[in-house]
């Protein structure tokens, strides 16, 4: 890790210094350590801080020096893993005791969804060629397959599961799921958690397999996702 320390002149040539940290994975204890003994080094209450921008009076940190800024300075958010009830029809938070209020089972599933599908996401762009319509419109009924089983998990009737097709139907879904995501409070990078949209149109949830569980009647212990009765029923639709 080099971390700028400030800039040296040899005649008109100007070079900038850093300072070489050897890291490993345990980089968190590393940085620590280093901000520690810094710390223990200084001889006055006063802390001179560079930044990269200042403006309005304010300080604005980016990229890595802001990370360590959340880290270390700002411990109030926290990783949550996801823990998917479709028996008590919930969406929980468990390491921030918060879960998605406001959902009905179309948004749950929905969810659901889009976390089985895992960082492949879902693509409802509708292509103009016939023959990319043809491959379109097998890939839906594949979607709408598995969140018609999804849906009837969470206690409705595949039947009865609204049309992920049609994007009046479509919008609002997504709509009502963003805003309740948004105003799930102390989540780290809160956005990661939420419905993200790519360049090409792509819908995904950007949080790893590992952080989302699934609860189980004959299982004390949540079970993860991609080993739940739940996933098997998604890929088998």
């Keep these: ?112 969804l ?13 292509p103009k060629s016939t023959d990319g319509l043809a491959k379109y419109m097998k890939r839906m009924e594949k979607i709408q397959a598995r969140y018609s089983t999804i849906y009837s998990l969470f206690g409705g009737t595949a039947d009865t599961a609204p049309d992920l097709s049609i994007p009046e139907i479509r919008r609002p879904i997504f709509s009502c799921l963003k805003r309740s995501l948004k105003n799930i409070p102390s989540l780290y990078n809160p956005e990661d958690y939420n419905l993200t949209k790519n360049r090409d149109g792509v819908f995904s949830v950007n949080i790893d397999d590992n952080m989302v569980f699934v609860t189980e009647l004959d ?3 949540p079970i993860p996702l991609t080993n739940s009765k739940l996933f098997k029923k998604f890929k088998d639709a």
Aim: with cysteine; hydrophobic share 40%.
């Design 219 to 221: 299982s004390a212990e």
């Design 114 to 126: 889009l976390l089985c599908c895992g960082k492949d996401g879902i693509n409802f762009n509708q």
């Design 1 to 112: 890790m080099l971390i700028k320390i400030g800039n040296s002149f040899v005649g008109e040539d100007a070079y900038a210094n850093y300072l070489k940290i050897e890291v490993d994975e345990d980089i968190l204890s590393i940085v620590q350590s280093f901000i520690d003994r810094f710390c223990e080094m200084l001889s006055s209450d006063v802390y001179v801080v560079n930044t990269s921008e200042e403006r309005d009076s304010q300080f604005h940190f980016h990229g890595f020096y802001k990370q360590l800024l959340d880290i270390f300075l700002i411990r109030k958010n926290i990783r949550s893993h996801i823990l998917i009830d479709p028996y008590k029809e919930e969406i929980f938070f468990p390491d921030v005791d918060a879960k998605a209020n406001g959902l009905h089972r179309r948004e749950r599933a929905l969810y659901t």
